[in-house]
């Protein structure tokens, strides 16, 4: 079964940082391309940031770039989210989600995704 | 970046009612488009890939239709399962941008 588990949000203060991890199980990690998506409270879903199955291709939404980076260890079945410079308004649940297989297309949607997890940033 | 439009922002409906969401996106994203179901306190789940195509497991009375720039989801004889937020989403760039949303509520 294909199972992703983020973890490391929390609370933290404006200026900090944090960590995101998203643990993958049940499928061929490095054969996918993954993806982090937020969702401020009572807000729609905001795509964050996406990188291929081997690292070539990262890339940001154009408000986070210099501020987040996403990066991925295919050996240990996980893709990461590093924040800094952390604002009110990044508070949100982030989910990694895994882009599907749907044929030869390089870019797909997101076909499974985890529970996410909650970032509050707040002095 | 493209932006994605959803209309309606609020849908009420029956159990029974057939529904339609329309999505426009700000350039041609030929057939690059996905929508998801969410509900409260759970993750996004795929309904449909590219424009029409149905994900595994998901009911026939979903299906989509469109290209270009304006897509549609319809929910025909909408189910209790179905009242839940929808999202269109285009995958023809890098940059996965979302609708923000249409919430289908119970009439």
């Known amino acids: 079964e294909v199972q992703l588990a983020e973890s490391g949000g929390g609370l933290v203060k404006p200026g900090g940082s944090l960590r995101l991890s998203c643990a993958a199980s049940g499928f061929t990690f490095s054969s996918y391309g993954m993806n982090w998506v937020r969702q401020a409270p009572g807000k729609g879903l905001e795509w964050v940031a996406s990188i291929s199955s081997r690292s070539n291709y990262i890339y940001y939404e154009d408000s986070l770039k210099g501020r987040f980076t996403i990066s991925r260890d295919n050996a240990k079945n996980s893709v990461f989210l590093q924040m800094n410079s952390l604002r009110a308004e990044d508070t949100a649940v982030y989910y990694c989600?895994?882009?599907?297989?749907?044929?030869?297309?390089?870019?797909?949607?997101?076909?499974?995704w985890g529970q996410g997890t909650l970032v509050t940033v707040s002095s | 970046d493209i932006q994605m439009t959803q209309s309606p922002s609020t849908l009420s409906a029956s159990v029974g009612d057939s529904v339609t969401i329309t999505c426009r996106a700000s350039q041609s994203i030929d057939n690059w488009l996905a929508w998801y179901q969410q509900k409260p306190g759970k993750a996004p789940k795929l309904l449909i890939y590219k424009t029409s195509s149905l994900e595994s497991g998901v009911p026939s009375r979903f299906s989509g239709s469109g290209s270009g720039t304006e897509f549609t989801l319809t929910i025909s004889s909408l189910q209790p399962d179905d009242f839940a937020t929808y999202y269109c989403q285009q995958y023809s760039t890098w940059e996965k941008g979302f609708g923000q949303g249409t919430k289908v509520e119970i009439k």
């Open positions: 989600a895994r882009e599907g297989d749907f044929g030869v297309v390089i870019i797909n949607p997101f076909d499974r």
